[in-house]
Each structure stands twice: as structure tokens, then as C-alpha cells.
């Protein structure tokens, strides 16, 4: 929810209705490849709630994996959301780290004040967007070329 | 892309072997299809099937259409709902049960579906006759579409279309192909035989279309649901009869690759022989395939994934209240 939240909130609000469309774009299964496979680093994978899945480093740290930086903000939030859940739900403070495997990068992530501020008013936003009878307005953005919703949006 | 469609015409027995499709036919021919490379299966003739080839049918979501000799479509075996959204039905239902909900879907259902008619008369209008008053009979008829307000007056109107539309196709239709009166049950010419071969056609693809989203196939707009088939799809095959239908007829017959000698005579009517049913579903098939530069999407898309995409948009506006654009050709 938090990544569809940056990423475009109509999006985020057709996945909260459960509405969905023909799930086989080359994208979706492309993300999932490359988490699936990348990874050198021995990492533990956690469920948290039934719905939160963390992956958790030696290190300690929580990572996230891109399959590229373009989406950089929806996928920091997403950490961020996560770092923010363990600390508010269960007491328990880490940092993360945002991978890009196929670009080597990596970087940390740390819950301050200032993205602990980020986190909740996305967490509002959030839950304005799903409350609302109808979908956020169209808007064009570079992201419909290869959204999953593309035929429903556009059509 | 869209995965192609598969027809089998031979006579035989459909099994499971594994994860693939087997076709032994009575000439002592044995076929194996791989199941996922095939959006939709169509037997034409005469083949036992039993629950396990239906099973991996269903696994992989493709539907199963079945035609008979004498009236083309027998009926469809439909894979379970990948699809589960109870969401979507109840709002489909609520648009239906909502007069002024459903005409304004009906409106732009038969409204693109006139556009569509009157698109191919103004093809063929100087080229093969002179159609300039039927194209504007069809224009006036698309101006009164928005004021109706009923579901009957509706249909009238459509009716209205379609008869100044076929009064057309014998022109048209290079000799000796005549239509003279649209009839079905059974086709009383040669022409009927192919209209309504192809209008199965568009149905089924409408129905493997509706299949791939949550919308139920029964609930129609411009349809009632009383009616034996999936409503829902008789409505969407309305949309593009003109498209996908009769351009190909009219193609056939005016290049000559389809002729009398491929139909047969039957008490009172005429069909299409086997060897006449392949040569309109290759160019059905084909036409399928072909692809035009899509406004809104930005891409191109083909004439299959036309269909797929008019479904969306459907839903999109039974879910959201977003506006529906039913088809109406611009190329
Ligand atoms: S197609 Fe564009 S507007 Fe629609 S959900 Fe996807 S990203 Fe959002």
C-alpha cells in the first residue's frame, strides 16, 4: 500500500477495492525475479501480522530490494514504513538498507524525525485515498506505460 | 500480445496427457497442444472430451467453445473465475437494476455499435454503390440514440439501423452473394450462412474477453437476461459485428476467396462446408491479429485486444462511475 501510495494513489485505490486486470505484464514478473534471485547475503525472511514479510540482514538490518532506482521514493517509503511498524508496534528500533541488485548499489535508511513525519502522513494519506467512493483523478505519468491498470485506466 | 486462438476440426476424442492437450482423431492423427500457449480452444467437429482435459482446461484459464453443424454455436465451457471480485458483480448488477444507469451504458453500446455500420457503408459508399442515403439514416438514427428511454425503444432503434444497414450488403456483396432479408434459424442464403458463422465468432470472442475480467457474462445492458446466451456478451458483440464480421465477409466475397460452392444447401437454408468455414475463420482469425495505433494507450493494439480492452472499460465504469467508451472505430 505504502509503495502505491507514491507511486500513483489510483493505482493504490483499484488494489484496495480488490479490482484487477490480466495478471500477466513481463513487469510484475520481473520484480519478482530478481528478488527472488539476487541475493548473495545470507537474510532471514520475517512475517510480521500475517501481511508485513520483512527480510532481515545478518547485519540486522531491514533491506528492501529494487529492481531499478527509478522508483526510489515508493520503495524508501515502503522501508521507512516498515522500520516505522517495528518501532510503533513492537518497540524494537533497526535501520535499512534499499538495494539495487542490478545496479551493485545500496544504501541505508534511518527512521528520524523527519521521516518518522513522512511515514505518518502517508499513513494518512493512505487512509484517505482507500476511504474515498471513487478513484483519484487520471493523470498521465511515466509510471502507465508499464502499470498493471493501464487498460483499465486509459480505456 | 494476446495468445492465439486454436480450432480443431477434425473428429477424435480430446484427452489430458499431463500438462498437454491431446488430440487423437479418427484418421489415426495424434496432436498435442500445449495448453498455455492457446487463449482460446474452438472444436468444430465432432470430439469426445472428458473431465480431465477440461480440468487442465481450467487450470489454465482457457475457455472452451463449441460449435456444431447446423447452428454454429453450441456453447462454451468456462474456466473457474481466475477472477473472484463480488465487488464487481454487485456494482454490474446495481447498473443494470438502475434504469438511467443502464440506458447510459446502452446508449453507448448501441450508439458505437451504429458508428461501427455506418463506418463500413461509408467505405464501400461510391466504390460498390451509392450509400449516402443510409449513412445519413444512420447518422440521424445515432442522434436519437441519447433520447431514449427505454430499454424497448432502445432495441428499436438499433433494429431500425440494422435493417437500413443490411439493406446495403447486397450491393455490396459482389455477385452472386445476395442477402435480400437477414435471416437466422437457419440461414436462408449463402450470405446468412457466413453472417452468422461470424457473428458466433465475435460472440465467443467477446465471451473469452468478458471470462479475463470479473464481470459476469450474464448481465447485460442492451440485452435482457431472460435470453438463452450470455447477454453480456451479445452486447459487446453488437459493438463489433461491423468491425470484425462483416468487413470480413465483405472481404471474402469481393476478392473471391469465398464462393457459393462453399456452402451447401440444408432443408430450407444454407451452410458453410468445412472447407468454407476455414477459409472465413483464417481471415477471421487474422483479422484477429492485425494491429492500429491506439489513441488513448498509446500503443498499438490488435483487433482481439480491441475487444479486451472495450471489457475494461465497461468495468472501469461499472466500478468507478469513469466514463465507458465503447468502441467506435476511428481508424
Ligand atoms: S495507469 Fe497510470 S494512472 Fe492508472 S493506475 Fe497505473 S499509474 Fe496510475
Redesign the pocket.
Known amino acids: 500500500m505504502v509503495q502505491y501510495y507514491h ?2 494513489r ?2 493504490l485505490w ?1 488494489m484496495s477495492r480488490g479490482i484487477d486486470i490480466d495478471r500477466q505484464t513481463t513487469n510484475i514478473q520481473r520484480g519478482t525475479h530478481v528478488d527472488k534471485t539476487s541475493y548473495s547475503d545470507s537474510r532471514q525472511s520475517f512475517m510480521i501480522g500475517n501481511r508485513i514479510q520483512l527480510d532481515v540482514l545478518d547485519s540486522g538490518d531491514v533491506m528492501e530490494v529494487k529492481v531499478s532506482s527509478t522508483l526510489e521514493t515508493p520503495a524508501r517509503m515502503q522501508l521507512l514504513f516498515y522500520l516505522w511498524f517495528l518501532q510503533e508496534i513492537y518497540g524494537i528500533e533497526k535501520d535499512g538498507v534499499l538495494a539495487y541488485p542490478t545496479e551493485r548499489k545500496r544504501e541505508s535508511v534511518e527512521l528520524t524525525s523527519e521521516t518518522t513525519e513522512r511515514v505518518e502522513s502517508t499513513v494518512a494519506g493512505i487512509l484517505g485515498v482507500v476511504s474515498q467512493d471513487e478513484p483519484p483523478q ?2 498521465k ?1 511515466p ?2 506505460e508499464s ?4 487498460d ?3 480505456m | 500480445m494476446p495468445k492465439p486462438n486454436h480450432h480443431i476440426f477434425a473428429d477424435g476424442e480430446l484427452s489430458r496427457n499431463e500438462g498437454t492437450l491431446r488430440i487423437d482423431t479418427l484418421d489415426g492423427d495424434t496432436e498435442y497442444l500445449p495448453v498455455e500457449s492457446v487463449d482460446s480452444l474452438y472444436l468444430h467437429g465432432q470430439i469426445d472430451f472428458n473431465t480431465r482435459s477440461l480440468g487442465l482446461l481450467n487450470e489454465h484459464n482457457v475457455p472452451l467453445h463449441v460449435f456444431g453443424w447446423k447452428d454454429y454455436y453450441r456453447g462454451s465451457y468456462l474456466p473457474k473465475r481466475g477472477q473472484v471480485s463480488g465487488n464487481t458483480i454487485v456494482e454490474q448488477v446495481r447498473a443494470y437494476d438502475n434504469l438511467e444507469r443502464r440506458l447510459q451504458i446502452g446508449h453507448k453500446i448501441i450508439e458505437a455499435s451504429i458508428h461501427n455500420m455506418r463506418a463500413n457503408l461509408r467505405y464501400y459508399d461510391g466504390r460498390r454503390g451509392n450509400f449516402s442515403s443510409a449513412v445519413n439514416e444512420l447518422e440521424e438514427l445515432k442522434q436519437t440514440v441519447a433520447s431514449t428511454a427505454s430499454i424497448d425503444d432502445l432495441r428499436a432503434v438499433e433494429g431500425n439501423a440494422r435493417k437500413a444497414y443490411y439493406a446495403c450488403f447486397d450491393d455490396i456483396l459482389r455477385d452472386p452473394f445476395t442477402l435480400q432479408k437477414r435471416e437466422y434459424n437457419p440461414p436462408s442464403n449463402e450470405a446468412n450462412a457466413a453472417i452468422s458463422f461470424l457473428n458466433s465468432m465475435v460472440y465467443t470472442t467477446s465471451v473469452s474477453a468478458i471470462r479475463k475480467t470479473a464481470l459476469d457474462p450474464t448481465v447485460g445492458f442492451v440485452h435482457e437476461p431472460g435470453e438463452r446466451r450470455f447477454t453480456l456478451s451479445l452486447d459487446i458483440a453488437d459493438i463489433f459485428k461491423p468491425i470484425l464480421a462483416d468487413r470480413v465477409l465483405f472481404r471474402l466475397v469481393n476478392r473471391q476467396q469465398l464462393s457459393i460452392s462453399d456452402f451447401e444447401d440444408e432443408l430450407k437454408g444454407s451452410l458453410l462446408t468445412e472447407s468454407g468455414r476455414m477459409t472465413v475463420l483464417e481471415a477471421y482469425e487474422k483479422t484477429l491479429d492485425e494491429t492500429i495505433e491506439h489513441p488513448r494507450l498509446n500503443r498499438k493494439v490488435s483487433f482481439k485486444t480491441l475487444v479486451q480492452t472495450d471489457v475494461y472499460s465497461l468495468k472501469k465504469h461499472v466500478l468507478t462511475g469513469e466514463p465507458y467508451h465503447a468502441t467506435e472505430r476511428w481508424w
Open positions: 507511486v500513483c489510483r493505482e483499484f487520471l493523470e505519468k509510471y502507465c502499470c498493471l491498470y493501464q483499465l485506466c486509459w
